[in-house]
């Protein structure tokens, strides 16, 4: 049996509670986050724990007297995830919770917060502008083109869906209602999973209308 497991990463770490509930279920079946890699997530096999895991937006932990704080607490840093964190495990139960207070942990993704939205309308002003083109180009190329107009479409809906998911988070913290890690998880990777299985098919669905052009 090997020492390392790679699982394809379905859910996006701005999705920050349901990426901390995936990894703490991982390891209570004895797969151990190890690092990230370009496609996935590395889980060391190990025994079954009650690890707690915490996204920490990257650089509000940098210093030294930051890092010894945290693992004064049993907080020990374990690697970038993705983009826009770093990630911190705690094997005791009964150690404090990085932000102790849900309202300053809010503050905390302010920055963060700021950057996405102008991200998210970055990434809406130029799914339009393809989206225009494509339209265009479907005249000459009817059918694959709609193929891929739907599935950019469904692409598109689960960045956004990404987005509220981290935005919903933050507003609840500012309103004091800590994160709830909960089984919730599951359903957010089954949506993450819909443009996998659609983009099977569209590609199916390409792959026969060429053999059909090519044998006309």
Same mark, same amino acid.
Not at 33 to 57: I, Q
Not at 124 to 145: G, K, M, N, W
Not at 180 to 200: C, E, F, N, Y
């Given at each position: 049996?090997?020492?390392?497991?790679?699982?394809?990463?379905? &859910?996006?770490?701005?999705?920050?509670?349901? =990426?901390?509930?995936?990894?703490?279920?991982?390891?209570?079946?004895?797969?151990?986050?190890?690092?990230?890699?370009?496609?996935?997530?590395?889980?060391?096999?190990?025994?079954?724990?009650?690890?707690?895991?915490?996204?920490?937006?990257?650089?509000?932990?940098?210093?030294?007297?930051?890092?010894?704080?945290?693992?004064?607490?049993?907080?020990?840093?374990?690697?970038?995830?993705?983009?826009?964190?770093?990630?911190?495990?705690?094997?005791?139960?009964?150690?404090?919770?990085?932000? #102790?207070?849900?309202?300053?942990?809010?503050?905390?993704?302010?920055?963060?917060?700021?950057?996405?939205?102008?991200?998210? %309308?970055?990434?809406?002003?130029?799914?339009?502008? =393809?989206?225009? %083109? +494509?339209?265009?180009?479907?005249?000459?190329? &009817?059918?694959?083109?709609?193929?891929? +107009?739907?599935?950019?479409?469904?692409?598109?809906?689960?960045?956004?869906?990404?987005?509220? #998911?981290?935005?919903?988070?933050?507003?609840?913290?500012?309103?004091?209602?800590?994160?709830?890690?909960?089984?919730?998880?599951?359903?957010?990777?089954?949506?993450?999973?819909?443009? &996998?299985?659609?983009?099977?098919?569209? +590609?199916?669905?390409?792959?026969? =209308?060429?053999?059909?052009?090519?044998?006309?």
């Amino acid at each position: 049996m090997k020492d390392r497991v790679h699982k394809w990463i379905y &859910i996006n770490p701005l999705d920050m509670d349901h =990426f901390e509930g995936w990894l703490e279920e991982m390891a209570r079946k004895g797969l151990l986050f190890e690092r990230m890699s370009y496609w996935g997530v590395v889980f060391r096999r190990g025994k079954p724990a009650d690890l707690r895991y915490r996204l920490e937006p990257t650089g509000r932990l940098w210093t030294r007297e930051s890092k010894d704080y945290c693992r004064e607490l049993g907080w020990d840093y374990l690697s970038q995830a993705g983009q826009y964190f770093e990630l911190y495990a705690n094997p005791d139960p009964e150690a404090p919770e990085l932000h #102790s207070d849900p309202v300053v942990q809010s503050y905390a993704l302010d920055l963060l917060g700021k950057w996405l939205r102008w991200h998210l %309308v970055l990434t809406l002003l130029l799914a339009a502008v =393809f989206f225009t %083109v +494509l339209t265009q180009q479907a005249e000459i190329f &009817i059918f694959p083109s709609l193929c891929l +107009l739907f599935f950019d479409l469904v692409v598109l809906a689960q960045d956004i869906r990404t987005y509220v #998911s981290f935005f919903r988070l933050r507003r609840h913290l500012a309103e004091g209602t800590p994160p709830q890690r909960d089984g919730s998880w599951r359903r957010s990777m089954r949506w993450r999973k819909l443009p &996998i299985l659609v983009g099977l098919v569209v +590609l199916l669905l390409e792959l026969g =209308f060429l053999a059909l052009l090519f044998l006309a």
